[in-house]
């Protein structure tokens, strides 16, 4: 593993798509402090009770979900590479009346910083567009383990790869995703929040910036699920549950997608079945 520099190619282009994010997220602090729910009920369902629990929720970017799980008992922390996501998520925070511990940092630095330290979590957890950005999957599954308790759990919940072997026509188009095959991405991370048209924006959706273009470039790494299973298992983690969704929550792959109560986004009428996410479960096993 380097890729230092794609990666901090990566934090600018984060950075710069921060704003427009936020600008369709409508009043999201006052819907979290009135007990308002950023989570889908896929991951609220593998994480399982929080009561108590301590918690780094990794590329936590916004921090919507962090604030949301700390709502649901633990103590919570944050950690993501783009400095206007961490400044973002800090002040929905302090505005939200919910604590939390935000850090910007590189996940695999951050890692390793809290393995040497001997930090121990009951729970990591990471969702929804993580793996694509991850040079080296056995690195991160190593130190993921690293700072488990013993028991403890990672639970990832990713868009599947084979989503991405379609075009917006949803024919076969590209291969299915192997290797870690860096994919760059010229015109940079979009706005995935505005395409989504209401679907990542639970507060209510704002029209907010319209044709954002980002001036940087972004890298992506491409896995297939049985190298995100095979990393953590490699790493001593035991699969405990591993489930595949035939839609996407929130997020609209294509314009043609329909969207289904519960904001989850299928594919067109007449496109059969297909995974578009999946959600795992890895336990820590406890050595006697
Ligand atoms: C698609 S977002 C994840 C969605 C997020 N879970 C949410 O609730 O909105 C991907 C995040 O990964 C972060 N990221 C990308 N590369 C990273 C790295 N090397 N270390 C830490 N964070 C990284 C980005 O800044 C971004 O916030």
């Known amino acids: 593993m380097d890729n230092r520099d794609l990666r901090e190619q990566n934090r600018l282009s984060w950075n710069a798509a921060v704003g427009a994010h936020d600008s369709h997220r409508g009043d999201l602090a006052g819907f979290l402090r009135e007990g308002g729910s950023t989570l889908f009920p896929e991951e609220i369902e593998l994480l399982g009770d929080l009561g108590g629990k301590t918690l780094v929720h990794l590329q936590c970017n916004y921090g919507g979900d962090t604030l949301s799980l700390a709502q649901l008992g633990a103590a919570v922390i944050g950690v993501d590479i783009s400095d206007e996501a961490i400044l973002y998520a800090r002040r929905l925070s302090a505005e939200a009346g919910i604590p939390a511990d935000f850090v910007r940092a590189d996940v695999y630095d951050w890692l390793e910083g809290a393995a040497c330290a001997e930090r121990r979590f009951d729970l990591v957890f990471s969702s929804y567009g993580i793996t694509c950005w991850l040079p080296d999957l056995e690195t991160w599954a190593r130190r993921i383990a690293a700072i488990l308790e013993p028991g403890g ?11 991405e072997v379609f075009d917006e026509h949803w024919s076969h188009a590209h291969a299915y995703p192997s290797g870690g095959e860096p ?8 706005d995935y929040v505005g395409t989504s048209g209401g679907g990542l924006t639970p507060a209510g959706f704002v029209e907010g910036t319209s044709n954002f273009e980002n001036p940087h470039q972004s890298h992506l790494f491409r896995w297939g699920l049985g190298e995100v299973v095979t990393a953590l298992a490699g790493a001593g983690l035991r699969i405990v549950a591993l489930e595949e969704y035939p839609y996407s929550n929130g997020e609209r792959f294509s314009a043609r997608m329909r969207e289904l109560p519960g904001r989850r986004m299928f594919p067109p009428e007449g496109v059969p079945a297909v995974p578009l996410m999946y959600g795992l479960s890895a336990e820590k096993v406890n050595h006697r």
């Open 153 to 163: 759990r990672f639970v990832l919940v990713d868009f599947h790869p084979a989503a």
């Open 183 to 190: 994919r760059l991405l010229r015109e940079g991370v979009g």
